[in-house]
Nanobody, 120 residues
Framework: QVQLVESGGGLVQPGGSLRLSCAAS????????MYWYRQAPGKQRELVAA???????NYADSVKGRFTISRDNAKNTMYLQMNDLRPEDTAVYYC??????????????WGQGTQVTVSS
């Protein structure tokens, strides 16, 4: 069994910062691509940032220059540093990862989501 657990969400004022974490645990052989998605009320889930196992990154245009995705492969953990937050960043943030289990079966896993609210 594999689990992804997010943490670090909360309420922050516009211009503030938050750091999200996503920790993978369980019967893990290897973790490939890791992703942060978000879903605002009434909107579709959108890809925010992605990082490969080698550390290459990609960002949605709306967060470029403000958000930074990173990962610690030794800890099976991914991060999202969010700076200069705006009200439009308010959403539930989900982590997603492509993980091969120790039984050599690859799967796509999702975390439970963490709420980020940007408001004065």
């Amino acid at each position: 069994q594999v689990q992804l657990v997010e943490s670090g969400g909360g309420l922050v004022q516009p211009g503030g910062s938050l750091r999200l974490s996503c920790a993978a645990s369980g019967s893990i052989l290897s973790i490939h691509g890791m992703y942060w998605y978000r879903q605002a009320p009434g909107k579709q889930r959108e890809l925010v940032a992605a990082i490969t196992s080698g550390g290459s990154t990609n960002y949605a245009d709306s967060v470029k220059g403000r958000f930074t995705i990173s990962r610690d492969n030794a800890k099976n953990t991914m991060y999202l540093q969010m700076n200069d937050l705006r009200p439009e960043d308010t959403a539930v943030y989900y982590c997603n990862a492509e993980i091969t289990r120790r039984d050599y079966v690859p799967h796509d896993y999702w975390g439970q989501g963490t709420q980020v609210t940007v408001s004065s």
